[in-house]
């Protein structure tokens, strides 16, 4: 069974810029949600997706958005990139909506100059 | 608000060595409590959990018990491999969902 596959692995922008990640989730899992990882911030939970509905979302600014699609793949949205959302961005997937038990994907390193 | 805590690193063991790294949370409620690992390079990996109090999550070796009257889930194990060298997360989850609150992280290294 696949695990949860993030896409691109890899990637730099420049400042000013809009990024879109992408996230396939474990086959059947209809929870996604998206985390960013950072150094000095540690990890942070940005939003989380159910079924085409966003329910929970992290304190991040409107620049970050995301959408969950009918066949439960999500993407997440970063516009006008600053230097300090350089970081790892963590997608991760559950079978339910209890959340106890998380898959995460390997991750997309985003850097920003 | 729900926060985690978790002892700062790095860790350095010799190879069987005795590991234990402590985590302690906040809560409302009851959460429920995992131990995620990260090797150099990837994303996390789910370690073991605990839904309940006095639960014991475990796997690979690896050993951790839901303290409710402590507030605590420290991780351990009895003698650690190079291989086991990672950043280790302590994490809740306490209101459902996937909305996970992670702790820093320590870091462990296995020397042979």
């Known amino acids: 069974k696949a695990g949860v596959t993030q896409t691109p692995r890899y990637l730099i922008k420049t400042r000013g810029q809009q990024v879109t990640l992408s996230c396939s989730p474990i086959s059947g899992h209809r929870s996604v949600s998206w985390y960013q990882q950072t150094p000095g911030q540690g990890l942070q939970f940005l ?6 509905t966003q329910r929970n979302k992290g304190n991040f600014p409107g620049r970050f958005s995301g959408r969950q699609f009918s066949n439960s793949r999500s993407e997440m ?3 006008t990139l600053e230097l300090g959302d350089s970081a790892l961005y963590l997608c991760a997937s559950s079978a339910d909506s209890s959340g106890n038990t998380i898959y995460f994907g390997e991750g997309s390193w985003l850097t920003v100059v | 608000g729900n926060s985690v805590t978790q002892m700062e690193g790095p860790v350095t ?6 590991l234990t790294i402590n985590c302690t949370y906040t809560a409302t409620g009851y959460p429920s409590l995992f131990w995620y690992v990260q090797y150099p390079g990837e994303g996390l990996q789910l370690l073991l959990k605990a839904t309940k109090a006095d639960d014991k999550g475990s796997n690979k070796g690896f050993e951790a018990t839901y303290r409710k009257e402590t507030t605590s889930f420290h991780l351990e194990k009895g003698s650690v491999q190079v291989s086991d060298s990672a950043v280790y997360f302590c994490a809740q989850n306490s209101g459902g969902y996937q909305k996970v609150t992670f702790g820093t992280g ?7």
Request: aromatic share 18%; net charge negative; hydrophobic share 40%.
């Open chain 1, 77 to 79: 949205n970063v516009s």
């Open chain 2, 106 to 112: 320590t870091k462990l290294q296995v020397i042979p």
């Open chain 1, 47 to 52: 939003f989380e997706y159910f079924s085409e």
């Open chain 2, 13 to 18: 063991l010799s190879e069987e060595a005795f």
